[in-house]
């Protein structure tokens, strides 16, 4: 059997209780066909970056499958005919990842350390001088010097 990343996306006026009998629906509908769901993930309700069929934001989930390709085309088809589900996408992969996915991992800013020398100092300087400018010339000094010209 095949390995794959399934990820759907729920219209955002259900609830996450429907998303899960949703899930289990989806999960049935591969045991059926001879898969297993290795995995399943809710990442919760996240803005969309345009809008999909009237929804500005979704319910996403994840399911790591191992499953046959006629059990996935099932899947898809079932998918389809649903109206809570906005879009789908499943990836065929090597191996399944193991422990939660990234969009579950916490983000570590600990980790990114220093910024280095482009970028700014611990009170918002400048790393780098740029050396005193001078005093300002008065504005009469500053007038074009050709007629006519700005």
Do not use: C
Not at 44 to 53: D, E, F, H, P, T
Request: hydrophobic letters at 30%; proline letters at 5%.
């Amino acid at each position: 059997m095949a390995l794959y990343e399934h990820i759907y996306l729920a219209r955002q006026d259900i609830s996450a209780q429907q998303v899960d009998t949703l899930t289990e629906q989806l999960k049935s509908v591969i045991e059926s066909h001879g898969g297993k769901t290795e995995k399943v993930e809710y990442w919760g309700v996240k803005s969309l970056a345009y809008r999909i069929k009237k929804n500005r934001k979704a319910h996403f989930s994840l399911l790591n499958l191992d499953a046959p390709p006629a059990a996935v085309a099932e899947l898809e088809r079932q998918m389809s005919i649903n109206e809570d589900i906005i879009r789908f996408m499943t990836i065929k992969v090597e191996a399944l990842e193991s422990g939660p996915s990234v969009m579950m991992r916490k983000r570590d800013d600990d980790d990114r350390g220093e910024r280095g020398e482009r970028g700014r100092g611990p009170r918002g300087e400048r790393d780098r001088d740029r050396g005193e400018r001078g005093p300002r010339r008065p504005r009469e000094e500053a007038a074009p010097t050709e007629e006519g010209s700005f």
